[in-house]
C-alpha cells in the first residue's frame, strides 16, 4: 500500500472535520480545519486525527467546556476552543 501523503493526509483530515456526527462539530472542527491544518505540525496532526476518532458529544463537551477533556488531548482542544471561541 502506498503511504499517505502529507497533502492527501491534509484533504482526509479536512474532511472528516466537517463531516461530523452533529453539525455543531461540523462547524466548529470544519472551521478549525480551514483556518490551517497545515500550520499543525505532524505530533498535532497525528493526535488531530485521533481526536477525531473520538465522539462528537464528548468532543461537544470537551470543546465548549462542559467536561473536562483527556489530559493527551487538552492542548489541542484548548486551541480548537480558542479558534471557535467556544467557551
Not at 493526509?9 to 490551517?36: F, N, P, Q, V
Not at 496532526?45 to 470543546?63: F, G, K, M, P, T
Not at 492542548?75 to 479558534?83: E, K
Request: proline fraction near 7%.
Amino acid at each position: 500500500m502506498t503511504p499517505e501523503t502529507p497533502e492527501h493526509r491534509l484533504k482526509r483530515l479536512a474532511m472528516r472535520s466537517w463531516r461530523r456526527g452533529i453539525k455543531e462539530m461540523d462547524l466548529i472542527l470544519g472551521a478549525y480545519a480551514d483556518a490551517g491544518l497545515e500550520r499543525l505540525s505532524p505530533e498535532w496532526l497525528d493526535l488531530y486525527d485521533r481526536l477525531l476518532a473520538e465522539n462528537d458529544h464528548d468532543l461537544y463537551q470537551w470543546v465548549t467546556g462542559q467536561a473536562p477533556s483527556p489530559a493527551h488531548f487538552a492542548p489541542l482542544i484548548d486551541d480548537i476552543s480558542r479558534h471557535g471561541n467556544c467557551r
